[in-house]
């Protein structure tokens, strides 16, 4: 895999790409970059017709090692690697550990090995484990194995074993790389770990550097799913700022998780170059489609329209009517849902309009919100998929903004619009 960067805007915002690699030579990917999220090799709700209907273009995949773990023995048995089993083999994929969509329960610390919690419950990896299951999913590219159990309110012995175990990990996933045949020339993330703390961050970097790695993950910031959604930028910026500095330019920057768009845009203007679709997902999970304006351009003028106001993130329980996502970790969680209409509200019940007005996908071109709001209301299967396929189209389309903007010197300017949207919500 070869990276490049193109362009670097006053901002530090980066245009770059990815290229040659392996398995599709030919694919050129833009950064920054958007993930498709999957869960199980599948993208959520949608098939391999109706993500077609989504998006047409070339597109990396990320398919967490949590949500496949269980199935390794037989995609090693199949023989031609993950892409092909699923039946997506003209995508390039990626597999990081965690699905950093959904939350990772904190505190369950081993000496050598990690935990991945799967639909069968706690699994037990190390690297030598983590590495074999590698080679059986055969992926254009993955993450090492990370211990990312961090948080803003982490002791400081935490976020110094996980810098030790994450560079451990590194060196050991690195060796076994090198070693075996099938992932030898497959390009490898290392991860960089230590909390809120800069010291040990910029330990992490200095101890990672002997390594030969593709590039790099930020992690450590949150336990994924929405604690993703409420990172505080004032937290962030001064840790983040460093420890980009002590990293060198020729290798991509990637942050997990559902991040919300502001605080995405403001990732990008320090230099932040690949993210996932995590964020999309959720809102559908929870009967949200998305409406923040996703672009400067006339023909996608921002929503003018009165939208429900939204007052500040209010606590819920993951799993209620109301809220969100079912699994055996629910838990109370702030949601903020000002970038989002909530389809399951009454308010709907009639309105004739589509989801976003002027929006191309094909929900707003064929369904309304009133039809959308009684398929959310009456638990139809149709709803999260024509939510899905919205808000993955919006959030596709929100990324080219993205990158024309810092083309053209108007990141701020898309900021400042979103900022605007946001208030008038509030108001």
């Known amino acids: 895999m070869k990276f490049t960067v193109s362009s670097v805007a006053k901002s530090t915002a980066r245009l770059g790409s990815l290229s040659e690699f392996t398995r599709i030579p030919d694919a050129v990917l833009e950064t920054p970059l958007l993930l498709l999220h999957t869960r199980g090799a599948s993208v959520p709700h949608l098939?391999?017709?109706?993500?077609?209907?989504?998006?047409?273009?070339?597109?990396?995949?990320?398919?967490?090692?949590?949500?496949?773990?269980?199935?390794t023995k037989n995609v090693k048995t199949f023989g031609k690697g993950i892409a092909e089993f699923a039946g997506l083999k003209e995508y390039l994929n990626y597999v990081p550990v965690q699905d950093s969509g959904t939350t990772t329960p904190e505190g369950y610390h081993e000496k050598n090995s990690i935990s991945l919690w799967t639909r069968g419950g706690r699994k037990l990896i190390d690297p030598q484990t983590y590495i074999t299951c590698i080679e059986a999913l055969k992926p254009d590219m993955f993450q090492a194995i990370v211990d990312g159990d961090t948080t803003s309110n982490s002791s400081m012995k935490r976020v110094k074993r996980s810098v030790d175990d994450t560079v451990k990990f590194a060196g050991i996933c690195a060796n076994l790389k090198e070693k075996s045949e099938v992932l030898k020339d497959t390009p490898m993330l290392a991860c960089i770990t230590g909390g809120y703390n800069i010291k040990e961050r910029l330990r992490c970097i200095t101890e990672l550097k002997a390594l030969n790695v593709a590039g790099y993950v930020l992690e450590g910031f949150h336990t994924n799913g929405e604690s993703a959604t409420n990172l505080i930028w004032e937290d962030l910026e001064p840790v983040l700022t460093e420890t980009l500095e002590s990293l060198p330019d020729n290798r991509p920057r990637t942050f997990h998780g559902p991040v919300t768009p502001i605080v995405l845009l403001k990732l990008v203007s320090i230099g932040i170059d690949i993210f996932d679709a995590t964020f999309p997902w959720l809102v559908a999970e929870r009967a949200g489609a998305l409406v923040f304006p996703n672009s400067l351009l006339k023909g996608n003028a921002p929503i003018t329209e009165t939208l429900p106001s939204v007052k500040f993130p209010i606590q819920i329980k993951l799993g209620e009517k109301d809220g969100s996502l079912e699994n055996e970790n629910s838990k109370d969680e702030l949601v903020d849902r000002v970038f989002e209409i909530n389809l399951k509200d009454k308010l709907y019940f009639n309105d004739t309009r589509p989801l976003v007005e002027g929006c191309s996908c094909y929900c707003c071109r064929k369904y309304s919100r009133s039809y959308v709001h009684h398929l959310s209301a009456t638990s139809e299967l149709q709803g999260p998929i024509l939510l899905m396929m919205h808000n993955l189209h919006h959030y596709i389309n929100f990324f080219r903004s993205i990158r024309l903007a810092i083309r053209q010197d108007q990141l701020q300017d898309l900021h400042s619009t979103l900022e605007q949207f946001v208030t008038s919500r509030r108001s």
């Open 47 to 71: 098939s391999y017709d109706l993500l077609q209907m989504v998006s047409t273009e070339s597109h990396i995949l990320q398919m967490p090692l949590v949500t496949l773990v269980e199935h």
